[in-house]
């Protein structure tokens, strides 16, 4: 049963995306219990809304924990990194994709689609190559040719629409149910559930105060937030963390209304941020987010670019190279002042090879093979 | 106490990691048995030259093991894929720098450094930053700047140099005792012993047939043939599967000392292969892996440029993007006529990502956002 979660409206279709006013619908809350089992799908087996079909998985999910080990102790805290970049696409979007593509496979879909130019993009490229599914990925007109090589090698159609962006969303469900083309979008409700994974695997391994979450759409958000809550209603955990949802100044719609008590988000004009896979200036999440937020007192924070930059370059000493966006969370940590002694779990949402060409080249030496010596002892 | 593979010679100091004859020392053979634990560092314990610094670990390893769904049933195969591109810097070098690195903390370095230009420079570098060591990565003159992005990102300190690549690498240990610089080269003791994780992992999953293994410097060959050993001599496995090594036919050198019924490999002259990954002319490994092939009765198979990227594509097709290098086993797979309904495991040993500018760039329609449900359709 889908529900919406802004004004309570159920719907029995399954196939189903957003309510009748707009908003993205979601799944009911499921309770279970964990089991032994080798991977995240197996061990919360009674949380999912379908069987997982583990023949199409491509081992995404169960992704490493990381202990900081420079950063928490000058700020103080206890800190974690959940490396998303550990998965099959190297990024956090495999998990919604799985259950999305699952989910396509048993309604009868013979094609799917989504409206992305980078991590979601490939990973639903990848996964729907994997089913034997047609995929049409649909990009804006300013698609960047380097993006575009990584969703195209899995052979997907790839189709630059010009036009405005923020209508392509929902023109695309219009037609996919037109077409018989299942969206896996940012905040289709399959995908909103395979990113609960990420709080129940968190919740295995030690119990967070604080969670940041880089957030665009806030899919990923309210997927970690239902995770959360479900293990709570199941008696599984006692509290909840608190979320903090971390977006770039230059693109922050969600944060901006939060703040001015809007009850709606309003389109950001002109956005501009180095943080590319968190600037959607109209988040298709955004007021669900919203409710979230004040429903159970958390935090939106939104950072600058330079700040973002500077967590990027704190995260490579950790050993960890995340794309910008990536390193939101640890960008908000500052802002926060949380209690000394805090846990903190931030998401590292995708890999640094991603947006490579935007690095910088660092400096490098030369060295003729005979004084190799000579510059190394420098 | 270290042993040499070939000539037999044993040597008690641990940071050596040369023979007097000139091959690569290896530790002797370890047995064990298993336990339970969440990584495969804790679940092998008994099997480590050293004791794992888990607070140093970037939770690489226990990576998945991926069966295919549709080349596997067209070539009358049970066929998996063993997903290393999932590591914390995306390849499998990941699991011997970690080990690698533990050694050179406990011995009391301050500096480590690499001879590399791809993978292993990045994982070396990664882990070296999160360990609070200096990193000294020496690459050739003709290293392209974007490889180097991945690895400046971490904070090594990167060097060109001008001369002859074969002879850094014996260059490099010479002065790294000297200088106090630990090189974790490709074939470093302890690196060998990290990947026998690979082989500890499927043996965790199944009993495999066939395992196909890309080849440059023959490390990585090397540690899962120990890790495959060593099971068997612990009595974990009844059998050896079939292990074989794949070059690329434009930098063949194991392959044809193999064919000619060498004991020694000749330096490769002008190699040139897409597989940049596996293109070592004179890899130090090789002695000591053509001791293995004779020993075990194992395979060297040489694949052309063609199928190697033809077997890229395959692979994408499964859902894997992998960079040409690590697509050399599926290329192999059709020229071993193995019989019916064998276990395959190809090792997938980096990203696709890293290679990207490489790739070619697929074709994209343009489509007015008015046209879209025409564009669909088609």
Redesign the interface.
Known sequence: MLRCPVCGREYRDMKRMRCGCGEPLEFKLFKGEPYIGKNVWERFWDFWPIEPDL?????EG??????S??LGRELGLELYFK?E??????SFKDRGTFLGITAALKFGYKAV?TVSTGNMA?SVA??A??A?LKA?I??SESAS??K????????A????????YG??YF??LR??E??G?YFINSDNPFRIEGYKGIAFEIAEELTPDCILIPTSSGGLFRGIAKGFIELKESGLIDELPMLVAVQAEGCSPICRAFKEGKEKIERFENPKTVAKAIANPYPPSGNALLKLLREFGWKCVAVSDGEILEAQREL??????VQPASAAGIAALKRLELPEGSKVVSILTG????T??H????????????S??K???G
Chains 1, 2 share one sequence.
Request: a neutral charge; glycine letters at 12%; one cysteine or more.
């Open positions: 023949d199409l998985s491509l081992g169960d992704t490493p924990l990381i202990k080990r420079k490396n970049t550990a998965n099959p696409t190297w689609g490939a990848a996964y190559s994997r034997g049409k649909l990009v040719d380097e575009l090589k990584a969703v195209s090698v899995y052979g159609s790839v189709v630059r629409v010009k036009g405005d209508r392509l023109e695309s037609l996919g037109r077409l083309i490579s000493e950790e050993g960890l190279f890999s640094g090879l991603k490579l060409s690095a910088e080249t660092g400096k490098t030496a030369e060295c003729p093979l005979e190799l010596e510059c190394l002892g």
